[in-house]
């Protein structure tokens, strides 16, 4: 299949939704099964080269509280449109809280006696989704204080995790919004776990990259713009600039980093704007091997490798990397065998068909 954009080429919006979200789940399960080793334990493992497919683990491996949470994200938004297309006003920020407080439901903890009890939807009955993968201290803090955290009033003033990066690539894929919309749904949500600027902008900054690429952009374009973005806020984050910058500058030299050499200059991935440029690198610094290769699920596969062999958080890495690939290349550009190793694809195949059918039909 060639990677060049041509009428035959160019995925669908339902492609693109479905490749978004099963390929951030591939991401997140393979970036999963060495989220707490460093490189040289990763090394010990599977070899000089890392791991770098599903073949090499024994058992596959299951998606995280990345993927979890991202699904929960979908359904806040699909609950949010369904009022919207009844003719009901909502609150978006308040139906994506209600998620929230739901997913934080299926982690084992019971909801404080302040929140509102939300009624179950379709996603609370998926035995798989309720299993404790290592969540987010941020996340189960801020929902379980039974407070709606806002901008002017955040639950986790100094949080400044991933929690809030990895969760947010939906927003960007709901059509016929202004990306300024987008961004402020991406950055409101953030906002209930995570009170730190850098978490609800690097959020924001990667809702608005996912937008771009749902229209046509190509990455470096649309991560260029999502860097324009965040400087022209009237307080940007600094070290999310930073991040992109460096993002963006080291994956145009041609050659890729070394695992040690890219958690030198990007971080570990622990921190939102880390997780972000991390995983912004991995597809940018691969795509010159797309273009070669002609084969966008070889890309997939040398970006997500990328994305996770480095001592860091491997999942969330590997996740942003593996949405930003999906809505990319759709869900024809993912490697099929991947696919049949992933654990509940009907689930996240229907999470996303529940999307298209409130945004396009």
Request: aromatic share 4%; proline share 6%.
């Amino acid at each position: 299949m060639s990677a060049d954009p041509s009428p035959s080429a160019v995925p669908s919006f339902e492609s693109r939704v479905r490749g978004c979200l099963l390929g951030g789940a591939l991401g997140d399960s393979l970036g999963y099964a060495v989220e707490s080793d460093d490189i040289a334990t990763i090394r010990s493992r599977f070899g000089e080269a890392g791991l770098s497919s599903f073949g090499q683990l024994d058992g596959g491996s299951h998606f995280s509280d990345d993927t979890q949470m991202t699904l929960y994200t979908v359904d806040g938004l699909v609950e949010a449109l369904e009022w919207a297309n009844d003719g009901v006003a909502a609150d978006e920020t308040a139906c994506l809280w209600l998620a929230y407080l739901r997913w934080l439901a299926t982690q084992g903890v019971a909801l404080p006696s302040s929140a509102p009890a939300p009624p179950p939807r379709w996603i609370d009955s998926q035995e798989v989704l309720k299993h404790r993968r290592n969540p987010g201290k941020a996340c189960l803090s801020g929902l379980a204080t039974g407070q709606m955290g806002t901008t002017l009033r955040p639950v986790n003033p100094e949080a400044k995790g991933c929690g809030t990066v990895m969760r947010s690539a939906p927003f960007g894929l709901v059509p016929h919004i202004s990306e300024t919309t987008v961004y402020k749904l991406s950055t409101d949500a953030a906002a209930l776990t995570h009170g730190h600027p850098s978490a609800r902008q690097s959020a924001g900054a990667f809702s608005v990259l996912v937008h771009r690429l749902t229209l046509g952009s190509d990455v470096r374009t649309a991560a260029e713009h999502a860097l324009s973005v965040v400087s022209a806020l009237p307080d940007p984050a600094p070290e999310l600039l930073d991040r992109l910058r460096r993002a963006l500058e080291l994956s145009s030299g041609g050659t890729l980093l070394s695992p040690d050499e890219l958690t030198a200059q990007l971080g570990e991935g622990w921190v939102a704007e880390e997780a972000l440029a991390v995983g912004l690198y991995a597809v940018l610094a691969t795509t010159a091997g797309a273009e070669t290769l002609r084969d966008p699920a070889d890309h997939f596969r040398q970006a997500i490798a990328v994305a996770l062999n480095h001592s860091g958080d491997s999942d969330s890495t590997a996740s942003i990397a593996g949405n930003i690939l999906g809505v990319l290349h759709g869900e024809e550009g993912l490697p099929a065998e991947w696919l049949e190793a992933l654990e509940a694809p009907d689930v996240i195949r229907g999470m996303a068909q529940r999307l298209i059918a409130v945004t396009v039909g």
